[in-house]
């Protein structure tokens, strides 16, 4: 998860930004560099790996000036190392730029700027961005314009923080869709930027926090907010609380919604340093897997319990369809007690936010006893989950502190996702051609993710609706058939209202019986091969009196006919829709919750972590 620090002020900016910068070190990442400004010119030192390392070269090439800025890099493009590590420095050696985020366009803008005789030095998106800054400044605009034409031409969720030795009194900060944060910190004298509040806590505590789609030019008097588009916009001005827990929410009321929020960084971090835009190839490094091995797999067991055995049930469908290999899916309490049926080309795959929960590590165990592969998809760093298994791969999104489990259930889909494309690729049962398809769509996730987090304003008006019910049927089909187990379970672990989630083909075998204006449908019907079943999964609910809430793709009239309310999602590659259909179902629950008053982070009788059986 990528930090980024600004500075701009009276004092020596290079302690500022490194100490800033160790403050988000959580946050995990693989290279880190700061950019100063200099004797009036940009002075930039980077390092792959720790923190640390760039410590040691700041010691012996040190820099320091009065406005500089900073950043800590998972790598999205490019493999993490000193030249793809930020910031990046332009070809004229004035302009330096940031960036968390993906620049979904990067491959054309690098295309015609390389035509126009730029000389691209890595191999990371980010370039494009400080390449166009300086085409838009030698075409005559300022700086400011300059930077305000790139933030419109790039497609993506991105957050730009950028400065310019020619116009050392400012440095430009960008919030482009939802890639995260940025929070602007008000000094006496001094300005500070930063992708999240501990990074300029011990500075300041008034903060302002950009929105999508804004703008902010700090000079070391103040700042002026804009849209992208250029209108002159006043956000307010919050003072953050004092206790650093209350700081780390930043503007959210809990680690929840921040954590819902976040998924758009959480799934671009999950991407980090395996995929190969341009190759259309993935990598998974820690998996240890090998051509040989994978051609060797016979079956998969996924096995984990909650919310991420629902992950797993995306799982089975994405490996199966695009691996082609029988996977079955396990319950993590039960697994071991079925006496499974395992040889060494059986991989029994863990899923696990914790990596300490009793009942996955026993199942882990078992198919060790058995003589499976044993992987896992863990998000605690150094957890068991992750040091027994023979191979796995981190999800990346950072510590998940609300009890209900919500980036650490997306990002395991896309790092299924990419599992299933890499298996296929060693197997050599994917062409190429398919294979850079399903590649490339991950390019969308995150600007997909952000578009729809941000109709929240939607899902609270229903939450409204449906705050005192006292039961809820959620229904779903193929792919996101899941999506109904997981949107039941978010409703009833934070809301205590009773949900169920259930094969949408099922209800017709009894539990239809159910239906009536006392008990609400919510039915997952996006674009996808099941759509038109699930429409008559609604005219049923209706024809009982039912009251329907669908989700649904933007601009399906047909659904929107026949619901009583919809929340629409984007139209999206149906493979990648469960990370997409969650998205109002987690929201929705949340905001259910917050309305009835409970406490959202800290859900009655529940642990964020279960170790014991
Ligand atoms: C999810 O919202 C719940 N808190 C719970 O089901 C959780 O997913 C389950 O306990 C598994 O936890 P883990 O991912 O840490 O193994």
């Known amino acids: 998860m990528c930090g980024i620090v600004g500075y701009i002020g009276p004092r020596d900016a290079t302690p500022?930004?490194?100490?800033?910068?160790?403050?988000?070190?959580?946050?995990?990442?693989?290279?880190?560099?700061?950019?100063v400004l200099q004797n009036e010119n940009i002075e930039v030192r980077r390092e792959a790996g720790k923190l640390s390392m760039l410590g040691g070269l700041l010691?012996?090439?040190?820099?320091?000036?009065?406005?500089?800025?900073?950043?800590?890099?998972?790598?999205?493009?490019?493999?993490?190392?000193?030249?793809?590590?930020?910031?990046?420095?332009?070809?004229?050696?004035?302009?330096?730029?940031?960036?968390?985020?993906?620049?979904?366009?990067?491959?054309e803008i690098k295309d015609e700027l390389t035509s126009e005789g730029v000389d691209f030095k890595s191999d990371t998106d980010t370039e494009t961005i400080v390449h166009l800054v300086e085409h838009y400044l030698a075409s005559g605009l300022d700086l400011v314009e300059a930077a305000r034409k790139t933030f419109k031409y790039i497609r993506g969720a991105n957050v730009v923080v950028l400065m310019s030795a020619d116009e050392p009194d400012k440095i430009i900060a960008a919030r482009i869709g939802n890639a995260g944060g940025v929070v602007v910190g008000y000094g006496d004298g001094e300005m500070f930027?930063?992708?999240?509040?501990?990074a300029i806590l011990e500075h300041t505590r008034k903060v302002t926090f950009l929105e999508s789609h804004q703008m902010a030019v700090l000079t070391r008097e103040g700042v002026r907010f804009e849209t992208i588009d250029g209108s002159r916009i006043r956000p307010e001005i919050q003072t953050v609380a004092w206790d650093p827990i209350a700081a780390e929410k930043g503007e959210y009321r809990h680690f929840m919604q921040k954590e819902i929020q976040e998924q758009v960084r959480a799934l671009t971090d999950?991407?980090?340093?395996?995929?190969?835009?341009?190759?259309?190839?993935?990598?998974?490094?820690d998996l240890n897997l090998t051509p040989e091995l994978a051609k060797r797999i016979t079956k998969i067991y996924i096995t984990a319990c909650g919310t991420a055995a629902y992950a797993g049930m995306v799982g089975k469908f994405l490996i199966e369809k695009i691996a082609r290999i029988p996977v079955e899916v396990e319950i993590g309490s039960e697994f071991r007690y079925r006496d499974p049926i395992i040889d060494a080309n059986t991989v029994v795959l863990a899923i696990s936010q914790s990596g300490e929960t009793a009942d996955t590590l026993a199942a882990m165990e078992e198919g060790r006893r058995k003589g499976a592969i044993v992987w896992s998809i863990v998000n605690a760093i150094g957890s068991q989950a992750m040091r027994i298994?023979?191979?796995?791969?981190?999800?990346?999104?950072?510590?998940?502190?609300?009890?209900?489990?919500?980036?650490?259930?997306?990002?395991?889909?896309?790092?299924?996702?990419?599992?299933?494309?890499?298996?296929?690729?060693?197997?050599?049962?994917?062409?190429?051609?398919?294979?850079?398809?399903?590649?490339?769509?991950?390019?969308?996730?995150p600007d997909l993710a952000g578009r729809t987090l941000a109709r929240e304003a939607d899902v609270e008006k229903v939450a409204h609706a449906f705050k005192d019910i006292r039961s809820c049927l959620y229904l779903g089909r193929g792919i996101n058939m899941p999506i109904a187990y997981e949107g039941a379970?978010?409703?009833?672990?934070?809301?205590?209202?009773?949900?169920?989630?259930?094969?949408?083909?099922?209800?017709?075998?009894?539990?239809?019986?159910?239906?009536?204006?006392?008990?609400?449908?919510?039915?997952?019907?996006p674009k996808?091969?099941?759509?038109?079943?699930?429409?008559?999964?609604?005219?049923?609910?209706?024809?009982?009196?039912?009251?329907?809430?669908?989700?649904?793709?933007?601009?399906?009239?047909?659904?929107?006919?026949?619901?009583?309310?919809?929340?629409?999602?984007?139209?999206?590659?149906?493979?990648?829709?469960?990370?997409?259909?969650?998205?109002?179902?987690q929201q929705l629950a949340y905001h259910i919750a917050t309305l009835r008053g409970l406490d959202v982070d800290q859900p009655r009788n529940l642990a964020k972590s279960v170790t014991v059986e």
């Open 16 to 35: 500022i930004i490194y100490n800033g910068l160790k403050r988000l070190e959580y946050r995990g990442y693989d290279s880190a560099g700061i950019a």
């Open 59 to 107: 010691e012996t090439s040190p820099i320091s000036g009065n406005i500089g800025i900073g950043h800590t890099r998972w790598a999205t493009h490019g493999a993490p190392s000193a030249r793809n590590a930020h910031p990046h420095l332009g070809q004229t050696g004035r302009v330096v730029v940031v960036q968390n985020g993906i620049v979904e366009n990067y491959l």
């Open 193 to 198: 930027a930063a992708s999240d509040v501990p």
């Open 270 to 285: 999950t991407l980090a340093g395996r995929v190969d835009f341009e190759a259309g190839r993935i990598r998974l490094p």
């Open 389 to 445: 298994a023979d191979g796995t791969i981190a999800m990346q999104t950072g510590p998940e502190i609300g009890v209900a489990s919500t980036k650490a259930f997306t990002a395991p889909l896309i790092d299924q996702y990419m599992l299933a494309i890499l298996l296929a690729d060693m197997r050599g049962t994917i062409d190429e051609k398919t294979r850079r398809e399903l590649v490339s769509d991950l390019r969308l996730v």
């Open 489 to 525: 379970l978010k409703l009833k672990e934070i809301s205590y209202i009773h949900a169920e989630g259930y094969p949408a083909g099922e209800m017709k075998h009894g539990p239809i019986a159910l239906i009536d204006r006392e008990m609400p449908v919510l039915c997952i019907a």
């Open 528 to 585: 996808d091969p099941w759509h038109e079943k699930m429409i008559s999964q609604i005219q049923q609910a209706k024809a009982r009196d039912g009251i329907v809430i669908a989700v649904a793709t933007d601009g399906d009239e047909l659904v929107a006919s026949m619901a009583d309310h919809v929340l629409w999602v984007p139209k999206m590659p149906w493979l990648l829709s469960p990370v997409i259909t969650v998205l109002p179902l």
